[in-house]
């Protein structure tokens, strides 16, 4: 029996405010028998002592966890959302100590159910914001939210199937570089964002270093009510320059991306995505990287 589309919102809610009060064993009534992370396998008891070693001591002492989007997958039991968290560091982050000031970021993914409970997590974050925000503490950084960009006006709605078929036709043209067909799907795409950069530019500067770049869909969620698609991207190319930390060495390299789509008329008007680039450049390590451990 599958739960409800408010019941799994009000699941999220609650394991929510279980972080923003820290208490961590209490995660564990959320949380299927078996709970499956980014590939890592836990059960409840370990996942709770997991956030309290190992997640907590990134937090500090003050954590405020806010909700940015949710949206959800009642036939396939499954949640995309996107949550942002402020919190004071008092331990090493990223390899840089701790500057006695607030650190904001952005957490996105996807979480399937088992029975109403969490069993299955896809999570990102964007090291590289952190990065920035703890390399020079006294730069302003403010995220950008999707929960503070209200949702269009528009003359044409597009159905929940209408809206996943126009999505991954968009990724089928970027695949096969039909970049004359972009303006069929796109919204005034010279003014498209991708958060507050130009989505043409970001897509020309990604497209330059990785020109064999392959992306394919591994899940997507579409809101008919508020037009907007969530998608988890697996990306696939071999860079030939610098860039974003990569270097060119004949090597292939793969990593992913979150994002959140809104529609306007049909057509994408504005774009949230995320890509973990650390998880490329770990691929071109000889040691570890330093990377900041999902929170939720």
Known sequence: M???ASELVATIRSWAKCVNEKRWDDLTKYMHSTYNQNG?????ESWATHVR???APQLGGDIRMNEDSIMVDENAQCVAFSLWLKFKPEVPLLGYQPKDRDVLLIEHGFIWFTDGKLSKGLFMINSDDIRKQLANPSTEYAPSLISEYPVPRAETFLSRQQLEEVLRTYVDIFNARQLAE????VHQPEKMLNNKDLARRIMADTLAAIPD???????????EEMQRVAVWLNFTGTPVKEY???VANGRAVHFTEHATYQFVDGKIQRIWGVMNLDEARQQQQESPMTQAIPVI
């Open 213 to 223: 770049l392959q992306v394919k869909i591994h899940t997507l969620i579409a809101d």
């Open 182 to 185: 972009y303006t069929k799907y």
């Open 53 to 55: 070693e190992h997640v």
């Open 244 to 246: 974003a930390g990569l």
């Open 2 to 4: 599958s739960t409800s």
């Open 40 to 44: 890592i396998e836990y059960t409840p």
